[in-house]
């Protein structure tokens, strides 16, 4: 697979627990392998940017590094094998991910894992080693404070096929028997060219922001609607996950 990549993307949420409620929007996302990070011309560069603090880990680490050290914490170890990362880029100084996932390959190019660190609005993230079946198909519990209006349990349904031609995400929440909200992805893939992100940050601009806002704004109409409000659990990070 040749990467760096990006995919014009959608993304849909539909909440159904409480309260039905649901939107869709616009995004662009990057595919890249963590040992061949994009190297963009000067003028870019501000608008895509891959920074080992906005993951995982050591900020003084490269996010490769922080990955190894989380897996090896696990009792995974890749020997160097070729992991591909999902992500928003950093883009004038900001960036916000609610997931991340990394593809985490053996030397011979098969699967050993998928990693999904989700991050909250809180600053918070927390992160799922995952096996996935060979359709890209896995289950987790839930163990993590993402939304105000969800608590922390039940199990996730995930579809996290690796991207190719097309990208298509689905995470589904199960909570006391049904489905409480379901996240799906779903894109197709540009060359990450010079010329190709001019277009994307033209048709999509400020990308990174505008997730962070939609999410607040969301959240705070939920609210106005006296959804009710779960309280938030002191979360402990893993120990490769300051």
């Not at 160097?80 to 900001?94: E, W």
């Not at 209006?149 to 995470?171: E, K």
């Not at 999410?215 to 659990?233: E, K, M, S």
């Amino acid at each position: 697979m040749i990467v760096p990549a990006l995919y014009d993307a959608e993304v849909r949420h539909v909440r159904r627990h409480a309260m039905h409620r649901s939107f869709t929007h616009g995004i662009y996302l990057w595919l890249v392998d963590l040992d061949d990070l994009p190297r963009l011309p000067p003028g870019l560069r501000p608008f895509a940017r891959f920074c080992a603090r906005d993951h995982l880990g050591d900020p003084a680490r490269t996010i490769r590094e922080n990955l190894d050290a989380y897996l090896a914490a696990q009792g995974v170890d890749l020997r160097g094998g070729r992991v591909l990362m999902l992500a928003n880029a950093r883009s004038l100084g900001y960036v916000f991910n609610p997931i991340t996932v990394y593809w985490c390959h053996r030397p011979d190019g098969a699967l050993e894992c998928v990693v999904a660190e989700v991050h909250n609005t809180y600053g918070e993230r927390h992160c799922y080693l995952l096996r996935t079946d060979e359709a890209g198909r896995t289950e987790t519990e839930k163990t993590f404070y993402v939304s105000p209006f969800l608590s922390v349990d039940g199990h996730y349904q995930m579809l996290l096929r690796t991207p190719g031609d097309r990208l298509a995400l689905a995470i589904t929440l199960r909570q006391k028997g049904s489905t409480a909200l379901t996240a799906i992805v779903v894109g197709t893939r540009r060359r990450a060219t010079p010329g190709a992100l001019a277009r994307m940050l033209v048709r999509r601009p400020l990308i990174t922001y505008r997730t962070s806002a939609l999410i607040r704004r969301h959240g705070i109409a939920l609210w106005l609607r006296r959804l009710p409000v779960v309280p938030r659990p002191t979360h402990t990070p893993h120990e490769e996950v300051q």
